[in-house]
């Protein structure tokens, strides 16, 4: 799935907005995810985000799972069921690379961190499990483009500990389009699936920014 197959398909709804926002604002123009695809990262600043990002999006329920069992429309289910079975291969490869990449690397500030990733969980389970229509789904939609940049940090991962790459089970960008399009019908759902994915951004950027913190204070 490419981001801007997504923002040229949707590009005159809320897909197109949702995109932007992602390229504004989400992990592929974060300094710290970019600086990890570099062959020379350090291997424990690539263990250390693994781990957290592990901890963040590697659970189960996660972001999809508790959007589909908080009443969406008809429209999205087929969509968000593929989500959630796509993501769940996805967390068996993060935890398959957390145990290649062995024990989190000793960082300053270890208990504030893993709160931190603790209230971020929170705050996503929150927002999937909006009452407003389009919230969830703007979140979700918001996840699966984004997560085309973290993938790219994954598979540099795998590339770096010696594992094979994943095929990408995940929808397809008309398949993403075509659930947005569905649930935004309304001013008031466009408005809160560009909220969903404006505040999923928000822990997504605060995640990476959490990551380049503990990586100065490994480092310093």
Known sequence: MSANTIRAIGSGGAAGAVSALVGADGTATHPHARSLLSPAAPMRDLSDALH???????????????ALSHGQPDPVIPWLELAANGFAEERDRIAALVSAAGPLPSTPGQAESEAAVSAQRHALDTLVQSDRVGCAIGAAAAMLIDWIAVR???????????????PDQLP???????????????????????????????????????????????NA
Do not use: K, N, Y
């Open 52 to 66: 957290i990002v592990c901890m963040l999006h590697g659970r189960f329920p996660g972001v999809f799972d508790h």
């Open 152 to 166: 790219a940090f994954l598979d540099r991962a795998a590339e770096r500990l010696g594992l094979d790459p994943a």
């Open 172 to 218: 397809d960008p008309i398949a993403t389009v075509t659930a947005l399009d569905s649930v935004t019908v309304t001013p008031g759902a466009e408005r809160a699936a560009l909220f969903g994915a404006q505040q999923f951004l928000a822990q997504q950027r605060g995640l990476w920014d959490l990551l380049e913190a503990r990586a100065s204070a490994r």
